[in-house]
């Protein structure tokens, strides 16, 4: 349990220095910057992301392994609520599946794409699927 605690807790889209499996980070750098940064480039590409009005809140607020994500969505929709986001990108398949019906119920700007966490095999349909939310978030300042 405290290994896998101590794995979470290192590794967190907003910490500067993360030594492996960063892997959310660089994806999302790779598709909204198009970049991948290095270890040494973190903060500055964390700067860009902030610039372009981009950034990740967690369904859960308590980073911990086995935490029911269902008793978190009510909590979710109070802080999109407050934030006022443009758009949001639900990321993770369970993060849709819990919460994408409750956001859009709500009037909340989300975007209808189930994306799966970029990692043990599945970052090319990460891609694929973050990179239709980005499109389908485009698309929708066009109109």
């Not at 950034?55 to 911990?64: A, H, N, T, V, W």
Request: glycine share 6%; net charge positive; hydrophobic share 40%.
């Amino acid at each position: 349990m405290w290994r896998s605690l101590l794995r979470v807790l290192e590794r967190y889209f907003y910490f500067e220095v993360v030594r492996e499996q960063d892997s959310l980070f660089r994806y999302v750098s790779k598709l909204i910057l198009h970049h991948v940064p290095g270890r040494g480039e973190k903060a500055s590409a964390l700067t860009a992301l902030k610039d372009r009005g981009i950034f990740l809140i967690d369904l859960s607020e308590d980073p911990l392994p086995g935490v029911d994500l269902s008793g978190c969505v009510d909590k979710l929709v109070r802080r999109c609520h407050e934030l006022s986001p443009r758009r949001i990108i639900l990321l993770k398949t369970n993060v849709y599946d819990l919460a994408y019906r409750r956001l859009k119920a709500e009037g909340l700007p989300v975007i209808d794409e189930r994306i799966p966490f970029p990692g043990s095999g599945q970052q090319r349909r990460f891609e694929e699927r973050f990179g239709a939310a980005l499109q389908a978030d485009e698309a929708r300042d066009l109109r």
